[in-house]
């Protein structure tokens, strides 16, 4: 059976995946003691299914993991209707995609700046560092409201809090994790406690005037919800962006596109970097009552994993799945999720994307890529390290 921690299967899953979706049906892994579902049929049935839930399990002890529990108990993703819904709906108005589209000229802007300080920098950058992850995370932070100055502080607490989304998460990440919880929400409470005295044009005030004038988001819930999006707000797009990118360059006609149409083919090439090479890979859901995917009873207490990048390389769904192809059309890809916790961001990413990847090719036609990127050691969020490129 697969293991997830393999460096050999994390650097090319797909052929395993496939060799999982030939089975047909869920499939039961001793090991982690879950169902794993890798058919696009039955991944999407796992996330629609109203008996399977996203259940958060504290950790203990509760006083070394209090702060890293809370910002999960008490956050949009990991909690379920009726306290799902309250907090999501709290947040949802600042994601519509009318609101996101007023985005555009300030996304525009510091893709301007980003690309000036590539050129300034003259022939060589880390597509990375330098492009795929300051965008999103200056986006977000600017939604946010959170200081510019601290910008640097976001990366570095999501990774270690999002480590613990791996399978079987080393002591090393466990440590991280907890520290890095401890220090971003006691940030984040200071800033929801000057945000109430001087209130922003930002989303952090907003919420935070919503703690004082009812009771409908508690200061746990409110930090927890600042935590999510600033993670959220970037960790993907980053992975996705990237993985894109290599998987295009390995992809020399797709390449060629890139370099002398990306404008016209930006909305399709956006959807088929997350289909094809996808961010987000482990997605796992606990039945609140006897139920059945794909045929396979699943007993209450189990837990069953929508496999995310296998579900959008099915060929049932998909032509040529395993061929990248950045003008697909229609591409049904659940790269995004769906049922209740479908993204919420969705229309950010892909108005981020869609302004980034055409204006990278369009300030350097001849972009090439250099040495062999380097990729992160985890599948759940699977992504490069850092990816070289240079400039003629
Ligand atoms: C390419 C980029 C992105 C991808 C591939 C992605 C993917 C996903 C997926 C698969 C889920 C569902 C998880 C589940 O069902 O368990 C999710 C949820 C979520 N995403 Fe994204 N996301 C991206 C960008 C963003 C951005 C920019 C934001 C902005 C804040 C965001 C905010 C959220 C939130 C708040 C949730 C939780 C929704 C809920 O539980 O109701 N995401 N995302």
């Given at each position: 059976m697969i293991d997830f921690k393999d460096i050999h299967f994390i650097d090319n899953p797909y052929p395993a995946l496939k060799e999982l979706r030939s089975?047909?049906?869920?499939?039961?892994?001793?090991?982690?003691?879950?169902?794993?579902?890798?058919?696009?049929?039955?991944?999407?049935?796992?996330?629609?299914?109203?008996?399977?839930?996203?259940?958060?399990?504290?950790?203990?002890?509760?006083?070394?993991?209090?702060?890293?529990?809370?910002?999960?108990?008490?956050?949009?993703?990991?909690?379920?209707?009726?306290?799902?819904?309250?907090?999501?709906?709290?947040?949802?108005k600042a994601f519509n995609r009318q609101r996101i589209e007023g985005l555009r000229p300030d996304i525009e802007r510091l893709t301007h700046q980003l690309l000036d300080n590539i050129q300034a920098k003259g022939g060589e950058f880390d597509v990375i560092a330098d492009y795929a992850e300051p965008l999103p995370v200056k986006v977000i932070a600017a939604?946010?409201?959170?200081?510019?100055?601290?910008?640097?502080?976001?990366?570095?607490?999501?990774?270690?809090?999002?480590?613990?989304?791996?399978?079987?998460?080393?002591?090393?990440?466990?440590?991280?994790?907890?520290?890095?919880?401890?220090?971003?929400?006691?940030?984040?409470?200071?800033?929801?406690?000057?945000?109430?005295?001087?209130?922003?044009?930002?989303?952090?005030?907003?919420?935070?005037?919503?703690?004082?004038?009812?009771?409908?988001?508690?200061?746990?819930?409110?930090?927890?919800?600042?935590?999510?999006?600033?993670?959220?707000?970037?960790?993907?797009?980053?992975n996705g962006f990237g993985n894109g990118i290599v998987a295009a360059?390995?992809?020399?006609?797709?390449?060629?596109?890139?370099?002398?149409?990306?404008?016209?083919?930006?909305?399709?090439?956006?959807?088929?970097?997350l289909r094809f090479d996808a961010p987000l890979h482990f997605f796992d859901r606990t039945a609140t009552a006897d139920t059945e995917i794909g045929g396979v009873e699943i007993k209450k207490g189990q837990k069953i994993v929508s496999l995310l990048g296998s579900a959008n390389r099915d060929e049932d769904v998909f032509d040529n799945s395993d061929q990248m192809d950045l003008t697909r059309n229609p591409n049904p890809h659940i790269g995004f999720g769906a049922g209740i916790h479908f993204c919420l961001g969705g229309p950010l990413a892909r108005l981020e994307m869609s302004i980034s990847l055409p204006e990278l090719f369009k300030r350097f036609p001849t972009l090439e890529l250099t040495g062999t990127p380097v990729r992160r050691p985890t599948f759940s969020l699977r992504g490069y390290e850092s990816v070289m490129a240079k400039v003629k």
């Open positions: 089975i047909g049906k869920p499939v039961w892994h001793q090991e982690l003691q879950l169902f794993l579902a890798a058919k696009y049929s039955d991944a999407n049935d796992v996330l629609r299914n109203k008996s399977l839930g996203r259940i958060f399990i504290p950790r203990s002890p509760e006083s070394e993991w209090f702060e890293y529990n809370y910002l999960h108990a008490d956050s949009i993703l990991d909690s379920e209707p009726p306290k799902h819904t309250r907090l999501r709906s709290l947040v949802a939604l946010l409201g959170f200081p510019d100055s601290d910008e640097y502080l976001l990366r570095p607490w999501s990774q270690s809090i999002v480590k613990m989304y791996e399978v079987n998460p080393t002591e090393a990440y466990k440590a991280e994790a907890k520290k890095a919880a401890k220090e971003f929400a006691a940030y984040i409470h200071d800033l929801m406690l000057e945000r109430l005295e001087k209130p922003g044009d930002d989303l952090i005030s907003e919420l935070a005037q919503v703690t004082e004038s009812g009771e409908k988001l508690s200061t746990h819930e409110l930090i927890a919800t600042c935590v999510l999006l600033l993670n959220a707000g970037h960790e993907a797009s980053v360059y390995q992809h020399p006609d797709q390449w060629k596109l890139l370099q002398s149409q990306a404008e016209t083919i930006a909305a399709t090439a956006v959807e088929e970097f």
